[in-house]
């Protein structure tokens, strides 16, 4: 009786899988990251009683935006396609007489129905459909419950404070590679997986990667509340700092909205106090500063309820004790002295063809010695003695600037042709295409 059991059932099993099957997914909700697909059947349908995991040569698979779809035979992922629409898997295992040459596929059944039956009747398969959400996930709030390090630099100001900093906000993220998604977190699921297994685990990696983040953002010399104008800084940080775990899972960060962050009472003190202190390094500022503080004791020592001579012998006493530091225009005078030595350094560093690159840093070479940028080509005109210059004549020697054709100056590297009137096509140095952009 069991042979004649495994041998019916095998018959009518792979006869009842003849039929293809047409897989299908509706729009995935931000509750789920991975679904299982479901075959369509109606009540005209004759494909009832084919097996679940089983899928049939030639079916149909079809994909909407914002899914990824993967088959999955014998637990290994054997067909991909993020494309939307029609998808046929013609590459299966399990034949059917409805696709291919229909002399081959009545063999290959026949050979379907004779493994069948060394299984007991059963299909000793395993497929099935698996539809990604590939979708942005939004609304995923974050929050530091403990104060997170940032340092508040000012190179112009000469002050280097560093800072707590408590954020909140929300993010969002998306997958980005499916196959790393299904075989480091969700497997062969039966039904979906659900958001809500991998949110605990990233909200913890998220914070944990935050406070390395903010501190690249540091090296840009924001104050705190310029932090939220440069979500797009924060969210590259991010990923870099989360390349190693949200990476290697196929995830990455999309969007950070953060509110402006918060500061605790003692640093919003430290922080006032070091820009106030750091104000007072130019002299000018600093003698403007004891001006507005003799003016405010004169009005103090008009009102001494002992009288205003007494007030006022109390100033004197007061400013003598103090010596040149209470005297604005000594400090009026440093400050000149200070504004011509910086104006001096100025322009000997522009004599020494110094320029600031966009990271920040001044340099006096061709490239940049902290990010190794190109130093940008100068604007203007090239006279035949090497002078740069903006003018109908040259600053040098006096050369008018040539009519005609415009010069050209290669806009990446700087390259002059030898003929400024008639440049070639292309950059010898760098390849650059030369076009309006080169004219000067």
Same mark, same amino acid.
């Given at each position: 009786?069991?042979?004649?059991?495994?041998?019916?059932?095998?018959?009518?099993? $792979? @006869?009842?899988?003849?039929?293809?099957?047409?897989?299908?997914?509706?729009? #995935?909700?931000?509750?789920?990251?991975?679904?299982?697909? %479901?075959?369509?059947? &109606?009540?005209?349908?004759?494909?009832?009683?084919?097996?679940?995991?089983?899928?049939?040569?030639?079916?149909? +698979?079809?994909?909407?935006?914002?899914?990824?779809?993967?088959?999955?035979?014998?637990?290994? #992922?054997?067909?991909?396609?993020?494309?939307?629409?029609? =998808?046929?898997?013609?590459?299966?295992?399990? *034949?059917?007489?409805?696709?291919?040459?229909?002399?081959? &596929?009545?063999?290959?059944?026949?050979?379907?129905?004779?493994?069948?039956?060394?299984?007991?009747?059963?299909?000793?398969?395993?497929? %099935?459909?698996?539809?990604?959400?590939?979708?942005?996930?939004?609304?995923?709030? =974050?929050?530091?419950?403990?104060?997170? *390090?940032?340092? $508040?630099?000012?190179?112009?100001?000469?002050?280097?404070?560093? +800072?707590?900093? %408590?954020?909140?906000?929300?993010?969002? =993220?998306?997958?980005?590679?499916?196959?790393? =998604?299904?075989? %480091?977190?969700?497997?062969?699921?039966?039904?979906?997986?659900?958001?809500?297994?991998?949110?605990?685990?990233?909200?913890? !990696?998220? #914070?944990?990667?935050?406070?390395?983040?903010?501190?690249?953002?540091?090296?840009?010399?924001?104050?705190?509340?310029?932090?939220?104008?440069?979500?797009?800084?924060? !969210?590259?940080?991010?990923?870099?700092?989360?390349?190693?775990?949200?990476?290697?899972?196929?995830?990455?960060?999309?969007? $950070?909205?953060?509110?402006?962050?918060?500061?605790?009472?003692?640093?919003?003190?430290? @922080?006032?106090?070091?820009?106030?202190?750091?104000?007072?390094?130019?002299? /000018?500022?600093?003698?403007?500063?004891?001006?507005?503080? /003799?003016?405010?004791?004169?009005?103090?020592?008009?009102?001494?309820?002992?009288?205003?001579?007494?007030?006022?012998?109390?100033?004197?006493?007061?400013?003598?004790?103090?010596?040149?530091?209470?005297?604005?225009?000594?400090?009026?005078?440093?400050?000149?002295?200070?504004?011509?030595?910086?104006?001096?350094?100025?322009?000997?560093?522009?004599?020494?063809?110094?320029?600031?690159?966009?990271?920040?840093?001044?340099?006096?070479?061709?490239?940049?010695?902290?990010?190794?940028?190109?130093?940008?080509?100068?604007?203007?005109?090239?006279? &035949?003695?090497?002078?740069?210059?903006?003018?109908?004549?040259?600053?040098?020697?006096?050369?008018?600037?040539?009519?005609?054709?415009?010069?050209?100056?290669?806009?990446?590297?700087?390259?002059? *042709?030898?003929?400024?009137?008639?440049?070639?096509?292309?950059?010898?140095?760098?390849?650059? $295409?030369?076009?309006?952009?080169?004219?000067?």
């Amino acid at each position: 009786m069991g042979l004649i059991k495994a041998g019916i059932g095998a018959v009518g099993g $792979v @006869l009842a899988d003849q039929w293809k099957e047409f897989f299908y997914c509706d729009s #995935i909700s931000n509750e789920y990251l991975m679904v299982k697909g %479901r075959k369509r059947t &109606s009540s005209r349908s004759s494909n009832t009683k084919g097996e679940d995991n089983i899928i049939s040569n030639g079916s149909v +698979v079809a994909v909407a935006d914002g899914q990824c779809m993967i088959i999955v035979e014998q637990g290994k #992922i054997v067909e991909v396609c993020a494309e939307p629409g029609e =998808f046929v898997y013609d590459s299966s295992t399990e *034949p059917s007489i409805f696709a291919g040459s229909l002399g081959k &596929s009545i063999v290959e059944t026949f050979k379907a129905v004779g493994k069948r039956f060394t299984f007991g009747g059963d299909t000793g398969k395993d497929q %099935r459909v698996y539809y990604f959400n590939t979708k942005e996930i939004i609304g995923n709030k =974050f929050g530091t419950a403990n104060p997170v *390090p940032f340092r $508040v630099v000012d190179t112009r100001a000469n002050f280097d404070v560093d +800072v707590s900093l %408590r954020c909140n906000g929300i993010y969002s =993220f998306m997958i980005t590679d499916p196959l790393k =998604f299904y075989t %480091r977190l969700c497997g062969n699921v039966e039904e979906a997986y659900e958001t809500e297994a991998i949110l605990p685990t990233m909200k913890v !990696e998220f #914070i944990s990667a935050l406070g390395p983040a903010l501190a690249k953002l540091s090296n840009l010399e924001l104050r705190p509340n310029q932090i939220p104008a440069h979500s797009e800084e924060l !969210e590259q940080h991010l990923n870099e700092e989360l390349a190693s775990e949200w990476g290697d899972r196929g995830i990455v960060v999309v969007k $950070v909205d953060m509110n402006p962050p918060t500061l605790t009472e003692e640093d919003q003190e430290l @922080l006032k106090t070091a820009q106030k202190t750091a104000m007072y390094t130019n002299l /000018n500022m600093a003698g403007a500063a004891m001006v507005e503080a /003799n003016a405010e004791a004169m009005k103090t020592a008009a009102g001494n309820s002992a009288g205003a001579m007494t007030g006022f012998m109390g100033m004197g006493m007061a400013m003598n004790a103090g010596g040149n530091a209470m005297n604005p225009g000594q400090l009026f005078a440093m400050g000149q002295q200070q504004e011509a030595q910086k104006k001096a350094e100025a322009e000997a560093k522009a004599a020494a063809g110094a320029w600031k690159c966009a990271c920040g840093a001044e340099n006096t070479g061709k490239f940049c010695m902290e990010c190794g940028s190109p130093k940008p080509a100068a604007e203007g005109w090239t006279c &035949s003695c090497g002078a740069v210059n903006k003018g109908k004549f040259c600053s040098e020697c006096g050369s008018k600037k040539p009519e005609g054709a415009p010069l050209y100056q290669c806009d990446k590297c700087g390259w002059k *042709p030898e003929d400024p009137a008639n440049p070639p096509k292309f950059c010898p140095e760098c390849g650059d $295409v030369f076009d309006g952009n080169d004219a000067k």
